[in-house]
Each structure stands twice: as structure tokens, then as C-alpha cells.
């Protein structure tokens, strides 16, 4: 089962011959017809009759078609496509909207069918996964398809489709207490309000998480401090990521006379947590990256922040960081 974008598509297995330029009304006849090239009139009553006949038939997806179909004539009518005429799709839509009925009940029985039959596999018969199982159902969710039905693959065992529906902001209140990292992670991009409640657990997955999000997103100090004051932070004190944070709180929280008169390289080398304040905590992160290799090479820990400027950006100032890097270790072969 596929979703498609194009007729054309549905029309051709191997994608060699798109049937580009055919008429809409005869792409409509093949696909009812499937391997059986038999004429047909191309009239509305020859049509719906083959419809009748032959919706039914094994491996089509209405939905798609439908939407297709409707797309296509408003694409028409909104001058996007070349042909100047819409009768013969005109025909089609009229055909498909006369039986929606039996085309969304066809759809519902079928699905509900494939669903509640892929969840036996895993709950009752222990079966292997199938690889085509969690293809089609990924498709499914992917294009937004038989959201009534996810209820029956919330528990899917294969972690992709846990991590889809997260993704696509499905119970997220189930997700973010998930075994599995990459569930809980995808709770968090789609949705960060759920941060406190990895803040009151203490698995370090979950500190990996949280600092990874705080790397990636404008993330207020307040937050930074709340996460500080938590279960996890707490729990995961000597932890890289922990000490990323703290760092940065420390350099936006702490300063005096002194510190306002020295340069950021100048606080850095005194260890002074307010050379922090110059950068995100993205940058941190990379600079700490080339803190450590250059400490591992026994090369002085200043080179980190050579000729880096605030205002570059974070990717940026990563490259700096290893260029500077690699030609203080090929200046000291």
C-alpha cells in the first residue's frame, strides 16, 4: 500500500512509462482496470459502471486517488497545467464524489483490516516484524493518513514508528516515559514543554536529550537554571553536558569590576566562567570539543578562541576552532 503524489505514479510499477499527457478520464479507466487492457468508452455512465465493478479491487488507494483528483481539478481550473479543457476530468470527480461512500468505507474496512491484523503479529502470534509492515505503516502516518487507527500502533514494538507518531505529535504524554531514547527525543523537538519532565528523572539518556535540545534552540537562563536546580542535572553533575550548562549560567550570573575590564580571552585563560557569556551554547560545546583535543596534543588551551569573534556563527566558529587546532599541531610536528 503507497500513498502517491502522481496518477502517473500509480500507473506505472517501475516508473518508466508515466502515461504524461494521457487524458484523465483513460488514466482513471486504467487504474480500475489494472492488468486488463480491455476498451472502454470513455463516457460518464461507461465510467461508473467500471467504477461500480471494479472499485472494490485489491491494492488501490482511494484515498490518494481522491485527493488527486480533486487537486488536479482545481490545479486545472487555476490555469497551472497546459490542457485548456476539463470535461473528462470533470467526469472523474463527479463519479468520485457521487460515491464517496463506497470509497471511504472501502478505505475504513481495508485499514482496519491491515491495522488490527499487524497488531496481532506482535501480540498474540509473536511473528518477526516485517520490514513491508513498518514501510507501509510509515507511509501512512507520514502523509497524515487514518489517524483513527493509531491507536491501534501506539505500542508498535519497531521504534521507527513510535518516533514517527511522536514526531507528528501523537501521544506525547505516553512517549516522553518511553524506554527508548530516540521515542523521548522526539517528544522534545516536537514539543519542549515536556522538558520538566525529563528535569525529574535521572537517566543520563535523557540528560543527553535535554542538553542536546538546549544546544540547538534559544533556550532562556531561567531554563538553564531550572534544569540546574533538577533531579537530572543533579544526578548527571559531572557529566559534559551537565558542566556545559553550568558553565554558561555561570558566565551570564557571574562578574565584578574586574571582569568587566577583561578580554574574553583574557577571562578564558583565567578560567574565569565569564568568557562564557561571549558565546551560545552551541558554540561552548564546540569550543570545549577543541579545548579537548588540543589538551590531548599538550597544545596550549588559548587556541580555542583565537580568532574567534562573537558574531560569527556557531558553525563557523567550529571550523575555526579545528583549523586553528590542526595548524598548531602541524607547527609542532
Known amino acids: 500500500m503507497k500513498n502517491y503524489e502522481r496518477l502517473s505514479d500509480i500507473l506505472s510499477d517501475e516508473g518508466n512509462n508515466p502515461y504524461r499527457g494521457r487524458r484523465d478520464n483513460y488514466m482513471f479507466i486504467n487504474l480500475l482496470n489494472g492488468n486488463d487492457y480491455d476498451e472502454v468508452s470513455v463516457s ?188 537530572l542535572a543533579k544526578a548527571n553533575q559531572n557529566s559534559s553536558q551537565t558542566k556545559l550548562v553550568r558553565l554558561k549560567v555561570d558566565g551570564e550570573t557571574t562578574g565584578d569590576l574586574l571582569t568587566q575590564t577583561m578580554t574574553t580571552q583574557q577571562l578564558f585563560m583565567a578560567n574565569n566562567p565569564g568568557w562564557a557569556s561571549s558565546f551560545s551554547l552551541r558554540a561552548l560545546y564546540y569550543i570545549q570539543l577543541g579545548v579537548e583535543l588540543l589538551e590531548e596534543n599538550n597544545l596550549p588551551r588559548g587556541l580555542a578562541l583565537v580568532g574567534l569573534e562573537p558574531g560569527l556563527y556557531d558553525y563557523m566558529r567550529y571550523h575555526k576552532i579545528l583549523a586553528h587546532t590542526r595548524e598548531a599541531l602541524e607547527n609542532s610536528d
Do not use: C
Not at 465510467?47 to 479491487?57: D, T
Not at 521515542?183 to 525529574?200: G, H, T, W
Open 44 to 231: 460518464r455512465w461507461a465510467m461508473e459502471e467500471l467504477f461500480l465493478e471494479k472499485y472494490n479491487r485489491s491494492g488501490i488507494n482511494w484515498s490518494g486517488i481522491y485527493n488527486y483528483y480533486q487537486a488536479r481539478l482545481t490545479s486545472l481550473r487555476n490555469g497551472e497545467w497546459d490542457e485548456p479543457e476539463e470535461p473528462d476530468i470533470e467526469n472523474v470527480v463527479d463519479i468520485l464524489e457521487a460515491h464517496k461512500d463506497k470509497i471511504f468505507s472501502r478505505i475504513q474496512s481495508v485499514l482496519n483490516l491491515y491495522f488490527r491484523k499487524v497488531r496481532e503479529k506482535w501480540t498474540n502470534s509473536q511473528k518477526a516484524i516485517q520490514e513491508q509492515d513498518v514501510h507501509t505503516l510509515s507511509d501512512l502516518i507520514e502523509t497524515g493518513q487514518y489517524t483513527d487507527q493509531y491507536h491501534l500502533i501506539k505500542n508498535y514494538p519497531d521504534i521507527k514508528i513510535r518516533v514517527q507518531l511522536a514526531s507528528q505529535g501523537y501521544y506525547l504524554d505516553t512517549y516522553i516515559k518511553d524506554k527508548k531514547a530516540p521515542v523521548r527525543n522526539a517528544v522534545i523537538a516536537q514539543d519542549p514543554s515536556y522538558l520538566p519532565e525529563l528535569f525529574n528523572t535521572k537517566d543520563p539518556q535523557n540528560n543527553k536529550i535535554v542538553v542536546a535540545h538546549f544546544r540547538e534552540n534559544d533556550v532562556s537562563i531561567d531554563m538553564l537554571q531550572e534544569y540546574l536546580d533538577s533531579p
